[in-house]
């Protein structure tokens, strides 16, 4: 009887100094496209979250992550996504959803963010409305018009005074041509002429011809990252627009650390804007990429994989100022307004939008030290989504 | 020979309740209770149960192959998305205009796609849903795009059961509507329609020698089915209130052909339990393995059609024949 006793109390003393050690994990349901035509997203942001917990530990605010990773895949079926986080909530009972390559997927689970009461933090997904779905969503990454407008005011300050688009014919697509239309006009250019290509069409020699015949300074082009891309670039050279005295402007995902490679060297000489290069020069980013690059060392890393990486600085920034609450108000209460140095620079949480604010960059493709490299030599600073106003 | 000389009895004995689908219709509510935690799972099963059904009922009775019947299940899932968006949610009357609007369409391309033999249906099938894919990719400002069609609000059914985050609304009516459509569908491969329809498939030739009406059938099962792939479309986007240009993707049309293959088609039964099969096996795989999931799930594929023929019903009726044999 007696020992019994002692049994009971030194287990429930040991149950107490347990609990006292390690309070709960927080759980982080990664939803993310990992198989299909959008891997590669998956991919980087993975490994972005999972070098930030490698190189500051696992615990905050006194709780260890623990994360669940969900493959959306394709990444375009919102339906998918969305039962994958009802399931992360109802089944795995996660604290916090994270990841969303793409916008279908963001729209898709920012009501069951709202109804669970979890906060959501949006690792990619670009579309500029994103946020206004749920108050609970923080967004980490970057939005269409943020990294497009900055581009088109840089070209009207620069003597370039008429500009012919080609943008992909889907969504992001159109909100890429109408920003870059807005920004440059109010700058004092003209747009000559816009066409809108098939997304499943890589053969791009009647466009091309098109902007050559029509002459104008720049042509700006928004098309989705990977093989169209790289058959643009190819064509544009090879049918001689750069002698024709045309320069090839883009947002920065056309050159992307990723698909350069792919270019070739095709790409030097592209002018685009973007709010990350594994260029960048900074003591933050030199940690990250050599640690990315220890990790890694068969990928670049590129803004997918910073924006991994910043998404779990938000998430252990905000664990450590609660004392390891993940109550969704208080979450988001304190990541408004958040400010800290990204590998990309300096970033902070717009309090207002719960959106990212932060320098957005205008780059040159150039080698450097036989890699091709996205050179900054401009920059907006503390730059806001222009899609908001 | 007078028709009363006819002897029925085999047909009508096929017709009849076996006890096993009585046992099969448990499952669901027992699923209810057994797995609360993947009921948004399991509603996702049911629908695409139904969007497989619709197939089976072109392809597997009447043989009609197509490889576009995404078509008229993004149709669906559109209308319901629409009407939602507009104010109209009441879900009930979102499943009538997307049986009305796939139909509709279903019954008017019918004539196109009967036109031509097997090869040509698949074309004209797949031309028909890549065009209203495209059409749905331009028109940005309707649709919503790939980014997806914004403002959905659904009503509670009847005024009284609305759609929560555990799924539970969401899976009776997924459920409830699939058996009932099940019903509906069991009676009419059944009956003299559904016969003449297997008749048509073995021996098109043949039939009008009997007085069937070929071409008038064909056209019947094929808007028919049309109005199923629709109403399992507009199930999806009223359970989850979401509906982008991929609800038309040709991956959908090409997923439940699989599925139709791999659980027996001309079965009803086949159609549903490929589907869980499929479903169950998708989700468990890229849940162990988030990155290479596809080639687990392909390797069991393979197999099962190496070997399996006729899918997992066929496996079923060998096994049901073999046990059969040895009792005495």
């Known amino acids: 009887m007696k020992l ?17 050690l390690a309070a709960d994990p ?91 009461k979890k906060p959501m933090v949006v690792m990619n997904a670009a579309t500029s409305a994103v946020t206004t779905k749920s108050n609970y969503i923080v967004r980490v990454s970057m939005t269409l018009p943020q990294i497009t407008a900055p581009v088109a ?82 064509g544009f050279r090879e049918r001689g627009l750069e002698q024709a005295g045309i320069k090839l402007i883009a947002t920065g995902d056309l050159t992307e650390e990723e698909s350069v490679d792919a270019h070739g060297d095709a790409a030097v000489g ?11 020069a900074s003591p933050e980013n030199k940690a990250f990429t050599e640690a990315y690059a220890k990790a890694y060392p068969s990928d670049r890393p590129n803004f997918m994989a910073v924006a991994g990486y910043d998404g779990m600085h938000l998430i252990a920034e905000v664990l450590a100022k609660t004392g390891g609450s993940v109550d969704a108000d208080k979450f988001v209460d304190t990541a408004k307004g ?31 030290g036989g890699k091709l490299q996205n050179v900054e030599f401009d920059h907006i600073d503390e730059f806001k989504d222009p899609g908001k106003q | 020979m007078t028709p009363a000389a006819l002897d029925l009895s085999p047909l009508r004995r096929a017709a009849a309740w076996h006890p096993a689908e009585f046992a099969f219709w448990l499952l669901p509510p027992a699923a209810y209770f057994l797995f609360p935690d993947y009921l948004a799972l399991l509603s996702q ?49 979102g499943l009538a205009a997307a049986a009305g609007v796939a139909g509709l369409i279903g019954f008017v391309t019918s004539f196109l796609v009967l036109r031509g033999a097997d090869l040509t249906r698949l074309m004209v099938t797949l031309g028909v849903s890549m065009m209203l894919f495209e059409a749905a990719n331009k028109m940005t400002d309707i ?32 459920v409830i509507v699939l058996f009932l459509l099940f019903l509906l569908a069991r009676r009419l491969v059944n009956s003299p329609f559904g016969l003449s329809l297997r008749g048509i498939k073995q021996n098109v030739l043949r039939m009008p020698a009997i007085g069937a009406p070929v071409h008038g059938r064909l056209v019947t099962i094929y808007t028919l089915a049309a109005a199923y792939a629709g109403i399992a479309g507009a199930l999806l986007t009223q359970t989850t209130q979401f509906a982008s ?62 070997f399996a023929r006729d899918g997992i019903m066929g496996l079923g009726r060998a096994a049901v024949a073999r046990l059969g044999r040895k009792a005495p």
């Open chain 1, 153 to 234: 005011t840089w070209a009207a300050k620069n003597g370039i005074k008429k500009v012919f688009t080609v943008v992909a014919d889907y969504g992001p697509g159109h909100d890429a041509e109408g920003q870059f239309k807005k920004t440059f006009v109010a700058g004092g250019g003209e747009i000559v002429g816009e066409v809108r290509v098939p997304v499943k069409n890589a053969d791009f020699a009647p466009y091309l011809q098109k902007v050559k015949d029509t002459r104008p300074d720049a042509v700006f082009v928004f098309l989705p990252a990977g093989e169209l891309g790289v058959s643009f670039v190819k």
């Open chain 1, 26 to 116: 927080v759980k982080i349901g990664l939803i993310l496209p990992m198989t299909g035509p959008f891997a590669a997203y998956g991919k980087q942001i993975d490994h972005g979250v999972r070098l930030y917990l490698a190189k500051h530990g696992d615990t905050f605010g006194g709780r260890k992550i623990e994360l669940v990773v969900k493959d959306d895949a394709p990444g375009t079926a919102g339906d998918v996504s969305k039962r994958l986080a009802q399931e992360l909530v109802v089944k795995d009972k996660v604290d916090i959803l994270a990841g969303f390559g793409l916008t279908p997927s963001a729209f898709a689970v920012a009501p069951v963010a709202t109804e669970a």
């Open chain 1, 4 to 20: 019994r006793n002692g049994i009971g109390i030194a287990a429930t003393l040991f149950t107490f100094a347990c609990g006292a």
């Open chain 2, 143 to 174: 649709t919503g795009g790939v980014d997806g069609l914004q403002g959905i609000e659904m009503k509670p059914i009847f005024g009284a059961f609305s759609f929560d985050l555990y799924g539970k609304t969401a899976y009776w009516y997924t």
């Open chain 2, 45 to 93: 099963i049911a629908i695409t149960a139904l969007f497989v059904l619709s197939l089976d009922l072109i392809l597997g009775y009447a043989g009609i192959v197509s490889l576009g019947q995404a078509a008229f299940f993004g149709l669906g899932a559109y209308a319901a998305g629409m009407l939602g968006k507009y104010g109209w949610g009441d879900p009930l009357l």
């Open chain 1, 338 to 368: 958040m400010k800290w140095m990204s590998p990309r620079g300096p970033i902070s949480i717009d309090p207002a939008t719960r959106d990212i604010v932060q320098t957005v960059y205008v780059r040159k493709v150039q080698r450097v």
């Open chain 2, 245 to 306: 240009v991929d609800v038309l993707a040709f991956n959908r049309s090409a997923e439940i052909l699989l599925i139709l293959v791999l659980g027996g088609s001309g079965s009803l039964y086949g159609a549903l339990i490929g589907t869980v099969f499929f479903m169950v096996a998708h989700h468990f795989l890229s849940d162990i393995n988030p990155q290479y999931w596809q080639f687990w799930l392909g390797a069991t594929l393979v197999l099962i059609v190496l």
């Open chain 1, 270 to 280: 592209v002018i685009n804007s973007f709010h990350y290069a594994e260029a960048h």
